[in-house]
Antibody, heavy 125, light 108 residues
Framework: EVQLVESGGGLVKPGGSLRLSCAAS????????MNWVRQAPGKGLECVSS????????YYADSVKGRFTISRDNDKNSLYLQMNSLRAEDTAIYYC??????????????????WGRGTLVTVSS | EIVMTQSPATLSVSPGERATLSCRASQIVNTNLAWYQQKPGRAPRLLIYGASSRATGVPARFSGSGSGTEFTLTISSLQSEDFAVYYC??????????FGQGTKVEIK
């Protein structure tokens, strides 16, 4: 089955660290750009980090820049998010999401076509 | 950064009725817009990309329209399983990929 499965969430104190993982299965992981998207309790969606298929291009939202590090291991079909110096406002469900693309009339259209079920990160003393 | 604004925040609709959701971009995004559906406790699900193309398996009662800065998601006849939160997302100017704040479609 084509799927993404996140792990590594949990309860951590402010200033602490966590490493999230996302395991991909049944598709060619190395061909896809990937993202981490978070959703704070009762709030909307925020793309916090993106990485290109080979890891050569990386993006971070200003809210996590300097504290979070995205990486991937294409041999292990896995995506990671190292989160340091965690703050209460980082409390959220963290989803990994695959970037799909369709070409129509010579134009590329991009979207997040596959999502994991998410892993909950709670930052609290 | 392009800001996406959705309206209304909450839409109360009776089953079988039409629902119309709006999304506005702070800058032109052409047709580089997607819509997602999220049910409680679940991950978002892609509904529409390219402003008007349905994703695989999405029922025909879902349709998207618009270009530039104004977009609409229409659900022609609401079914019980359609009550959820809907998000628009632009990808004309990324990073970052930016989402609207969501519209909750609830049972009237």
């Amino acid at each position: 089955e084509v799927q993404l499965v996140e792990s590594g969430g949990g309860l951590v104190k402010p200033g602490g660290s966590l490493r999230l993982s996302c395991a991909a299965s049944a598709f060619t992981f190395s061909s896809y750009n990937m993202n981490w998207v978070r959703q704070a309790p009762g709030k909307g969606l925020e793309c916090v980090s993106s990485i290109s298929s080979r890891g050569t291009y990386i993006y971070y939202a200003d809210s996590v820049k300097g504290r979070f590090t995205i990486s991937r291991d294409n041999d292990k079909n896995s995506l990671y998010l190292q989160m340091n110096s965690l703050r209460a406002e980082d409390t959220a469900i963290y989803y990994c999401a695959r970037v799909g693309m369709t070409t129509m009339t010579l134009t590329d259209y991009w979207y997040f076509d596959l999502w994991g079920r998410g892993t909950l990160v709670t930052v609290s003393s | 950064e392009i800001v996406m604004t959705q309206s209304p925040a909450t839409l109360s609709v009776s089953p079988g009725e039409r629902a119309t959701l709006s999304c506005r971009a702070s800058q032109i995004v052409n047709t580089n817009l997607a819509w997602y559906q999220q049910k409680p406790g679940r991950a978002p699900r892609l509904l529409i990309y390219g402003a008007s193309s349905r994703a695989t398996g999405v029922p025909a009662r879902f349709s998207g329209s618009g270009s530039g800065t104004e977009f609409t998601l229409t659900i022609s006849s609401l079914q019980s399983e359609d009550f959820a939160v809907y998000y628009c997302q632009q990808y004309n100017d990324w990073p970052p990929w930016t989402f609207g704040q969501g519209t909750k479609v609830e049972i009237k």
